[in-house]
């Protein structure tokens, strides 16, 4: 459920980006949202953990940073996957937009999704 509830988050932070980025980002419509945030899931958890593994050195000696790159890799490659139907202009706008899902996921994940310890 929680899955579930990731993919229309992402989706809906999909359809407010490319709102508010119209010329950099392009999505056909709200199930393009949908769809590209289902395989950007899918793509976080079988080729992000290898392209971490690949990168470890350099995301230790940046503290992390790197991580922000690697989301944007995994961004670019949902791009190629979904056709026509989700673009994004360029790698500088995917790493932008890498920020700014993680940042918003973050303080979604805090503040609305935390579960009551007892």
């Known amino acids: ?66 991580l922000f790159v690697i989301n944007a890799i995994t961004l670019m490659l949902t791009d190629s996957l979904m056709g026509s139907s989700f673009e994004i202009s360029s790698f500088g706008m995917a790493l932008l937009t890498a920020i700014i899902m993680s940042v918003a996921n973050l303080i979604i994940q805090n503040t609305f999704l935390r579960e009551s310890k007892d």
């Not at 929680?2 to 809906?12: E, F, S």
């Not at 999909?14 to 392009?26: C, K, P, T």
């Not at 393009?32 to 690949?54: E, M, Q, R, T």
């Open 1 to 66: 459920m929680r899955w579930l509830l990731g993919i229309v988050i992402n989706a809906v932070l999909f359809m407010a980006l490319a709102g508010y980025f119209e010329n950099e980002i392009y999505l056909s419509g709200f199930g393009a949202a949908l769809g590209a945030s289902f395989i950007l899931s899918i793509l976080n958890v079988l080729v992000k953990p290898i392209l971490i593994l690949l990168t470890l050195p350099v995301t230790v000696l940046s503290l992390g940073l790197f």
